[in-house]
């Protein structure tokens, strides 16, 4: 079993940054693939970004390619996502997840999910 616990969200103006954490636990994540998806009110959810367990292999939604960067430290178990250049159309509560293996990540197939954490961004 994995569990994940998000943190890092926050109020931030349009055109800030923001770096969101995904403490991982429970076992260990090699061979495991992460991700981060988002959620905005009414809306589905948003598959935003994938890594591998090496790191290797990143993959981005059109939506955020460029603005933002997923990254992982394997010595923290941690995941991270880095977004800048935020605009209010950004906001929603943003969920990490965590899959074995690679291959089902790219499309968004997660097994193991975080509680959320809130990005609010102001005009």
């Known amino acids: 079993q994995v569990q994940l616990v998000e943190s890092g969200g926050g109020l931030v103006q349009a055109g800030g940054s923001l770096r969101l954490s995904c403490a991982a636990s429970?076992?260990?994540?090699?061979?495991?693939?992460m991700g981060w998806f988002r959620q905005a009110r009414g809306e589905e959810r948003e598959f935003l970004a994938a890594?591998?367990?090496?790191?290797?292999?990143?993959y981005y939604a059109d939506s955020v390619k460029g603005r933002f960067t997923i990254s992982r430290d394997y010595a923290k178990n941690t995941l991270y996502l880095q977004m800048n250049s935020l605009e209010p159309e950004d906001t929603a509560i943003y969920y990490c997840?965590?899959?074995?293996?690679?291959?089902?990540?790219?499309?968004?197939?997660?097994?193991?999910w975080g509680q959320g954490t809130q990005v609010t961004v102001s005009s």
């Open positions: 997840a965590a899959r074995p293996g690679w291959v089902g990540a790219v499309h968004g197939n997660f097994d193991y």
């Open positions: 429970g076992r260990t994540l090699s061979s495991y693939a």
């Open positions: 890594i591998s367990w090496s790191g290797g292999n990143t």
